[in-house]
């Protein structure tokens, strides 16, 4: 009997089947029932729920935040209330949107999420690069920030306005002049209102043409115009190719476009090789990036970096870098270099300092320390002026006049090549012996640079000998170099240069494709030695084994 009422109250495999079924669907209805109240406390706050399907057309218009986030982050858990309160405060101001990234992580990889939580801007469907992941997260932080950008746009309409303006930015002011009630000026006007949320220039608008009065300009709307440091120096902005033509077009290069669709500056004039500039962000922001490098500028060695990738930036000028003494001859190179400045704009920025900041670079570009002195950095290739040559005003003119018709080759600084390079199988390059090396193309060749003066200096030099010995006596791999080159008093080719000192990188075997390795990259490799072998073995392992 006992076993005959087990049996009447214990469930059939398929009753217990049927009853989680039951229960799985109770839960994903009490699930369910919980985000949709969420979403609808959301809706009612002004914030929007988003699907990646439903993103863009939520963010088509106006000024649209999205905010990224994870059920699981307690940092998102204490955000949510700041956002609310920011959605109220930006009511009719802003878009407000919020999207579960975690559940489709595969469709937003455009945004490049890293942390929760994180904000994006979106102004007139355009995703802006500067997101505000640096604002405290708080609702003050969200709603100043915008109200800085809506603010940051004013109004002129005489030269007077003009550099009243100036002391609300950095820089250049950068007048839209256009009528923003007029259809035909809607590109023009969205750009402006893109660009008060990404550029710290001092911003306005002008319907009429009186702001130009005593430039010397003329130019018929929609047209964005750029005043730098006086109201004399003024370049314009409009859609379609420029030429040698247009006079104030001082900072306007060819156009071509590179391998990505994006603009890049161009030596070759020919119609057909020309893209035309239009009112998109893409290529105003460009363009902007070229106004703002100087004809000729003081340059130090703390601000040299930063000239050297503003160079990069404005599609890969060139930056030549001056050093004069303080007395006449040092005033007439200065006067010599502003006049051939203005005349090559489009192929290089010129700069000038004193003997004090020729010492931190003269070993790297082979100069002797005297002034005066002058190289050129050309997408990190050096082309240095002849020690032996009198650095005179006229030999300047040529000596610029010759790089700019490519008849100059790159200098080559070298420490003597040592008597037996390899060591501990590691290979010691110089600047004599470095292009000898990468060219080969039966092998493959790991790369380390370092400075003798840096304080990892050692530190590479014992990782990359370990290198040398894993692939040598615990995992052998053919045909693979594992090279060291000091850069304190040697020079490679620009395309060989990392953004950081120390740095690594392969030369591809067969190929000599160039892999430059980064840190954060594939699971945030570092300097290790793991780290290291995983790099080579990646560029590699399945050409050496």
Same mark, same amino acid.
């Given at each position: 009997?006992?076993?005959?009422?087990?049996?009447?109250?214990?469930?059939?495999?398929?009753?217990?089947?049927?009853?989680?079924?039951?229960?799985?669907?109770?839960?994903?209805?009490?699930?369910?029932?919980?985000?949709?109240?969420?979403?609808?406390?959301?809706?009612?706050? @002004?914030?929007?729920?988003?699907?990646?399907? =439903?993103?863009?057309?939520?963010?088509?218009?106006?000024?649209?935040?999205?905010?990224?986030?994870? $059920?699981?982050?307690?940092?998102?858990?204490?955000?949510?209330?700041?956002?609310?309160?920011?959605?109220?405060?930006?009511?009719?101001?802003?878009?407000?949107?919020?999207?579960?990234?975690?559940?489709?992580?595969?469709?937003?990889?455009?945004?490049?999420?890293?942390?929760?939580?994180?904000?994006?801007?979106?102004?007139?469907?355009?995703?802006?690069?500067?997101?505000?992941?640096?604002?405290?997260?708080? #609702?003050?932080?969200?709603?100043?920030?915008?109200?800085?950008?809506?603010?940051?746009?004013?109004?002129?309409? =005489?030269?007077?306005?003009?550099?009243?303006?100036?002391?609300? %930015?950095?820089?250049?002011?950068?007048?839209?002049?256009?009528?923003?009630?007029?259809?035909?000026?809607?590109?023009?006007?969205?750009?402006?209102?893109?660009?008060?949320?990404?550029?710290?220039?001092?911003?306005?608008?002008?319907? =009429?043409?009186?702001?130009?009065?005593?430039?010397?300009? $003329?130019?018929?709307?929609?047209?964005?115009?750029?005043?730098?440091?006086?109201?004399?120096?003024?370049?314009?902005?409009?859609?379609?190719?420029?030429?040698?033509?247009?006079?104030?077009?001082?900072?306007?290069? &060819?156009?071509?476009?590179?391998?990505? @669709?994006?603009?890049?500056?161009?030596?070759?004039?020919?119609?057909?090789?020309?893209?035309?500039?239009?009112?998109?962000?893409?290529?105003?922001?460009?363009?902007?990036?070229?106004?703002?490098?100087?004809?000729?500028?003081?340059?130090?060695?703390?601000? &040299?970096?930063?000239?050297?990738?503003?160079?990069?930036?404005? @599609?890969?000028?060139?930056?030549?870098?001056?050093?004069?003494?303080?007395?006449?001859?040092?005033?007439?190179?200065?006067?010599?270099?502003?006049?051939?400045?203005?005349?090559?704009?489009?192929?290089?920025?010129?700069?000038?300092?004193?003997?004090?900041?020729?010492?931190?670079?003269?070993?790297?570009?082979?100069?002797?320390?005297?002034?005066?002195?002058?190289?050129?950095?050309?997408?990190?290739? &050096?082309?240095?002026?002849?020690?032996?040559? #009198?650095?005179?005003?006229?030999?300047?003119?040529?000596?610029?006049?010759?790089?700019?018709?490519?008849?100059?080759?790159?200098?080559?600084?070298?420490?003597?090549?040592?008597?037996?390079?390899?060591?501990?199988?590691?290979?010691?390059?110089?600047? =004599?012996?470095?292009?000898?090396?990468?060219?080969?193309?039966?092998? %493959?060749?790991?790369?380390?640079?370092?400075?003798?003066?840096?304080?990892?200096?050692?530190?590479?030099?014992?990782?990359?000998?370990?290198?040398?010995?894993?692939?040598?006596?615990?995992?052998?791999?053919?045909?693979?170099?594992?090279?060291?080159?000091?850069?304190?008093?040697?020079?490679?080719?620009?395309?060989?240069?990392?953004?950081?000192?120390?740095?690594?990188?392969?030369?591809?075997?067969?190929?000599?494709?160039?892999?430059?390795?980064?840190?954060?990259?594939?699971?945030?490799?570092?300097?290790?030695?793991?780290?290291?072998?995983?790099?080579?073995?990646?560029?590699?392992?399945?050409?050496?084994?």
């Amino acid at each position: 009997a006992t076993v005959s009422v087990l049996n009447c109250i214990s469930p059939s495999p398929a009753h217990g089947a049927q009853r989680r079924e039951m229960m799985m669907r109770a839960w994903w209805l009490v699930a369910a029932a919980a985000a949709a109240a969420a979403q609808s406390a959301g809706a009612e706050e @002004g914030i929007i729920e988003a699907r990646p399907e =439903t993103l863009d057309g939520l963010t088509k218009e106006g000024l649209v935040l999205v905010y990224f986030y994870a $059920t699981w982050s307690g940092h998102c858990k204490r955000f949510d209330k700041e956002y609310r309160q920011a959605a109220k405060d930006l009511r009719n101001r802003a878009r407000l949107v919020r999207i579960n990234a975690p559940r489709y992580e595969q469709h937003l990889g455009r945004f490049r999420i890293k942390k929760f939580p994180s904000l994006r801007v979106f102004v007139d469907g355009e995703l802006l690069n500067e997101g505000m992941d640096d604002l405290k997260p708080t #609702a003050s932080s969200i709603v100043d920030w915008v109200s800085h950008a809506e603010l940051s746009v004013h109004e002129v309409s =005489t030269p007077a306005d003009v550099q009243q303006v100036k002391k609300y %930015g950095q820089g250049m002011v950068v007048v839209g002049y256009m009528n923003p009630e007029d259809p035909a000026h809607a590109a023009a006007a969205k750009v402006m209102r893109q660009l008060s949320f990404t550029t710290k220039n001092a911003l306005a608008t002008a319907k =009429t043409p009186a702001f130009l009065k005593g430039s010397g300009v $003329t130019v018929e709307p929609p047209a964005i115009v750029v005043f730098r440091e006086a109201v004399d120096e003024v370049a314009t902005y409009k859609p379609g190719v420029t030429g040698d033509d247009d006079a104030a077009a001082f900072a306007l290069p &060819y156009l071509s476009r590179d391998a990505q @669709g994006r603009p890049v500056a161009s030596d070759d004039p020919h119609p057909e090789t020309q893209v035309a500039y239009d009112f998109t962000l893409t290529d105003v922001r460009r363009w902007l990036q070229l106004a703002a490098m100087p004809v000729v500028g003081e340059i130090t060695e703390q601000s &040299y970096p930063y000239f050297v990738s503003q160079c990069k930036k404005a @599609g890969g000028l060139a930056l030549g870098w001056l050093f004069t003494g303080r007395d006449e001859a040092g005033a007439a190179l200065r006067a010599a270099a502003l006049k051939v400045g203005k005349a090559l704009r489009r192929k290089i920025v010129l700069g000038y300092s004193g003997k004090r900041a020729l010492q931190h670079y003269k070993a790297e570009v082979g100069m002797s320390g005297d002034v005066p002195a002058f190289f050129i950095n050309a997408k990190g290739d &050096y082309y240095t002026f002849p020690k032996d040559t #009198a650095l005179t005003p006229h030999a300047l003119e040529r000596f610029l006049g010759d790089f700019v018709d490519g008849k100059l080759a790159p200098t080559v600084v070298s420490e003597p090549a040592p008597a037996d390079p390899v060591r501990d199988g590691v290979t010691t390059l110089v600047g =004599t012996t470095f292009l000898e090396a990468v060219g080969n193309k039966a092998v %493959g060749v790991f790369l380390a640079f370092t400075r003798k003066s840096h304080a990892g200096h050692a530190r590479v030099l014992e990782e990359t000998a370990q290198l040398a010995k894993h692939f040598t006596d615990v995992n052998p791999l053919r045909d693979l170099v594992v090279a060291v080159i000091d850069l304190e008093n040697n020079s490679i080719p620009g395309r060989y240069r990392g953004e950081a000192i120390p740095g690594f990188g392969f030369v591809v075997k067969g190929t000599g494709e160039y892999r430059i390795w980064t840190p954060g990259a594939d699971k945030d490799l570092g300097p290790r030695p793991v780290d290291l072998q995983e790099f080579v073995l990646r560029h590699h392992g399945m050409n050496g084994k």
